[in-house]
């Protein structure tokens, strides 16, 4: 039997809204029994895109994050139910009941992920369900059919020959909130974290220092990471965890230059001058 997840590259997201748009064209004003009744037309984000900015100006970096049910493995949702209105299917999608689960808003409180919704009007918790009824036609969800930038990669868990398997097997990927512990089976690529950058100018000329070495090394392990200046002079190092960091410049006829810095929050050096050597 299948067992269906699906990894999204939030590299690959730009916010073009077309997995929203589809998600509410297959739910509103359909039903699909026994698995879900129809989505109203507004108020409800089965797919959502959080925006998720970084830094400061002039350096500033925004990502836009799908959020959906992560259909956890150890889902607080199924918990919080009563009377199984709340369950997990053999192939890990986990479908809230329309019939039983009406009038229980704790299950809406339940998701560490706020990704279920009331529907005030039918008094019925709800949220993704994978499609459920369009993989049973051997499809896939209209989400990952729609997205242009195959930001969203969907298959089955269990077949090492999919996609999804190989890139969740190569251990590049994450929860979106691993403290949560409820073992989701939707994965995350490029999931935002700290970074440090900043431009280098040539401090004799003025000018943008191109093709400077600048190594990055965590003060706690000693891992150092190495990258160069472009024609503008900037550097990045992204991905970075909160900590104690040094970054050395290093340029053929410039003195060399370490700057140590406390990451806490994303940060911007700005204009490091390199001074020349006498």
């Known amino acids: 039997m299948a067992k269906w997840g699906m990894v999204i590259d939030i590299t690959k997201c730009n916010a073009c809204y077309s997995c929203f748009i589809a998600c509410k ?9 026994p698995y879900s009744a129809a989505q109203p037309r507004h108020g409800q984000f089965w797919m959502d895109l959080v925006k998720k900015e970084r830094g400061v100006c002039p350096c500033v970096k925004v990502a836009y994050i799908p959020v959906l049910c992560m259909h956890c493995d150890n889902a607080p949702c199924v918990k919080a139910a009563k009377n199984r209105a709340v369950y997990k299917r053999p192939d890990g999608i986990v ?25 005030e009007e039918k008094q019925l918790p709800q949220k993704c369900t994978f499609c459920v009824q369009r993989l049973e036609q051997g499809k896939i969800p209209k989400c990952v059919q ?32 691993p403290g949560r512990k409820a073992k989701p089976r939707v994965y995350y690529l490029g999931v935002p974290k700290l970074f440090i950058a900043g431009s280098v100018v040539y401090g004799d000329t003025d000018e943008c220092a191109e093709g400077v070495s600048v190594t990055l090394t965590k003060q706690s392990t000693g891992k150092s990471t190495k990258t160069s200046t472009n024609n503008f002079g900037d550097f990045e ?36 001058d390199l001074t020349k050597r006498r």
């Open 25 to 33: 064209d297959e739910y509103w004003d359909n039903d699909y029994p």
């Open 95 to 119: 479908i809230i009941d329309p019939k039983k689960a009406v009038g229980q808003r704790q299950i809406v409180d339940a998701c560490p992920y706020q990704a279920i919704f009331w529907n």
């Open 146 to 177: 729609v997205c242009p930038s195959r930001a969203l990669i969907f298959g089955d868990l269990a077949d090492a020959r999919t996609d999804v398997a190989k890139i969740v097997a190569s251990r590049k990927t994450e929860a979106l909130d």
């Open 237 to 272: 190092f992204d991905g970075l965890g909160a900590g104690k960091y040094s970054v050395k410049f290093e340029c053929n006829g410039y003195k060399g230059k370490t700057v140590a810095i406390d990451l806490k929050t994303d940060k911007y050096l700005g204009a490091v």
